[in-house]
């Protein structure tokens, strides 16, 4: 009779089955992080919003209101989409520049948001907590384009940081040969 053994373990798990790839080489762990709390403090502050009853300048608080439900959705998408392989299908080449365009844009609008909606409010701890939440949503969206600069450099610039190859900087090219200048008439 044929031994069992022989069949037992001859497949392994796949680990990059997961849905969630993080690492990636758009999101590493911190910045996996830095963005799960963007996500939730900006949730936050807008359910808090939402839960103010009436308001004296209500241009102010819905201001907030749609900053905050804005920082809170598409940081959530582009969550999905770095962190997943659906960053694949969409068929936007730049993701660098788009993480980094987004996340300063989005958290310069929640900053000067709840700054103006802590200054114009009724007064009541809901609002005043929720402009706080945004604040603190504002400062995660800070701290991610900081760290980002500091990892990746500025992905506008032509120049900037060298990609990493094997943990060390991109070796440059130099020139071995130098030119002749008795051969080019000179």
Not at 158 to 183: D, F, I, S
């Amino acid at each position: 009779m044929a031994s069992t053994e022989v069949y037992t373990a001859t497949t392994a798990p796949n680990p990059k089955s997961s849905c969630f790839m993080v690492p990636s080489e758009h999101l590493d762990k911190i910045r996996f992080g830095l963005k799960i709390v963007q996500v939730l403090l900006s949730f936050l502050a807008f359910i808090l919003e939402e839960m103010v009853n009436s308001c004296i300048s209500c241009s102010v608080l819905y201001f907030f209101e749609f900053v905050s439900c804005t920082a809170f959705l598409f940081t959530l998408l582009l969550l999905v989409l770095l962190a997943t392989k659906l960053h694949t299908k969409v068929g936007i080449n730049c993701w660098a520049k788009l993480d980094f365009g987004y996340t300063a844009a989005i958290g310069g609008f929640l900053l000067l948001s709840s700054i103006i909606f802590i200054s114009d409010n009724s007064g009541s701890a809901l609002e005043i907590f929720a402009a706080v939440l945004g604040i603190l949503a504002s400062v995660a969206f800070a701290g991610d384009i900081i760290y980002f600069w500091r990892t990746r450099g500025i992905p506008f610039k032509e120049g900037g940081r060298p990609a990493n190859v094997n943990g060390g900087p991109v070796p440059v090219a130099t020139e071995t040969e130098k030119l002749n200048t008795e051969a080019n008439g000179v």
